[in-house]
């Protein structure tokens, strides 16, 4: 039976690397696939890791019909035995419905990999339909850590430096225009950080720890200073 299989965590966790690696090794044993991808890092139609891996994908847009697409690949006599979809938080719920419709009626694998929660811990709607449809979810062995060397499970946003909660759910790292609130556009330095949960509410960043704290804190280190926070 193919399976929906959802590998989600938050960033820096390697999910490009997976995605790239779940390709590669059922490529290896003789499948056929496809490989997509969505706002990657490196641009339109790539998946790439920050390990330095990259590899061409189709770019999903928000008018991409994954059923089509899989259809009229089967139907001009391409073969497709499993799908890996990357960057899945910026599917539609509608697509990730599609991808649990190709794996039932054409009995193709699909592996989706993808953050789980934005900037302000929210299920995107991708991976919540996803947590809802998948036959099997994993969360990734690899731990992403916090600057305090406690787990990395929550996505920040920082604008100029500053952490914040509020702003449109999708904005990339990059020094982009947003909104300053009264209408006006301004470029701003848009930045993305793991944090634990517990400094992700306390919105303090390796910057903000860094700037009250006059000796580093060594990471991995829960000593008398990090309680301050
Ligand atoms: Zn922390």
């Given at each position: 039976?193919?399976?929906?299989?959802?590998?989600?965590?938050?960033?820096?966790?390697?999910?490009?690397?997976?995605?790239?690696?779940?390709?590669?090794?059922?490529?290896?044993?003789?499948?056929?696939?496809?490989?997509?991808?969505?706002?990657?890092?490196?641009?339109?139609?790539?998946?790439?890791?920050?390990?330095?891996?990259?590899?061409?994908?189709?770019?999903?847009?928000?008018?991409?019909?994954?059923?089509?697409?899989?259809?009229?690949?089967?139907?001009?006599?391409?073969?497709?035995?499993?799908?890996?979809?990357?960057?899945?938080?910026?599917?539609?719920?509608?697509?990730?419905?599609?991808?649990?419709?190709?794996?039932?009626?054409?009995?193709?694998?699909?592996?989706?990999?993808?953050?789980?929660?934005?900037?302000?811990?929210?299920?995107?709607?991708?991976?919540?339909?996803?947590?809802?449809?998948?036959?099997?979810?994993?969360?990734?062995?690899?731990?992403?850590?916090?600057?305090?060397?406690?787990?990395?499970?929550?996505?920040?946003?920082?604008v100029n430096g500053q952490?914040?909660?509020?702003?449109?759910?999708?904005?990339?790292?990059?020094?982009?225009?947003?909104?300053?609130?009264?209408?006006?556009?301004?470029?701003m330095a848009?930045?993305?950080?793991?944090?634990?949960?517990?400094?992700?509410?306390?919105?303090?960043?390796?910057?903000?720890?860094?700037?009250?704290?006059?000796?580093?804190?060594?990471?991995?280190?829960?000593?008398?200073?990090?309680?301050?926070?």
């Open positions: 039976m193919a399976e929906l299989c959802y590998f989600t965590g938050p960033m820096d966790c390697g999910k490009s690397t997976l995605a790239l690696q779940l390709d590669y090794t059922q490529a290896a044993a003789g499948r056929k696939g496809r490989l997509f991808s969505s706002h990657d890092r490196a641009g339109e139609s790539t998946v790439s890791s920050r390990l330095g891996l990259a590899k061409p994908a189709i770019e999903v847009t928000w008018e991409f019909d994954f059923w089509n697409y899989v259809v009229t690949q089967l139907t001009s006599g391409h073969r497709i035995d499993y799908l890996v979809c990357d960057e899945t938080q910026f599917y539609s719920a509608e697509q990730v419905d599609q991808l649990a419709r190709i794996v039932d009626e054409l009995q193709i694998d699909v592996f989706a990999v993808g953050l789980l929660t934005d900037f302000q811990t929210r299920l995107f709607a991708g991976s919540q339909r996803l947590v809802e449809l998948a036959d099997r979810i994993e969360t990734l062995q690899v731990r992403a850590l916090c600057w305090c060397g406690e787990r990395a499970t929550h996505n920040a946003r920082t952490m914040v909660l509020v702003g449109d759910q999708v904005v990339m790292g990059d020094t982009v225009p947003v909104s300053d609130g009264e209408g006006e556009e301004l470029p848009v930045a993305y950080e793991v944090l634990c949960r517990r400094h992700h509410r306390r919105r303090v960043t390796r910057a903000v720890a860094r700037a009250t704290l006059s000796d580093p804190l060594p990471l991995g280190e829960n000593g008398a200073a990090d309680d301050e926070f």
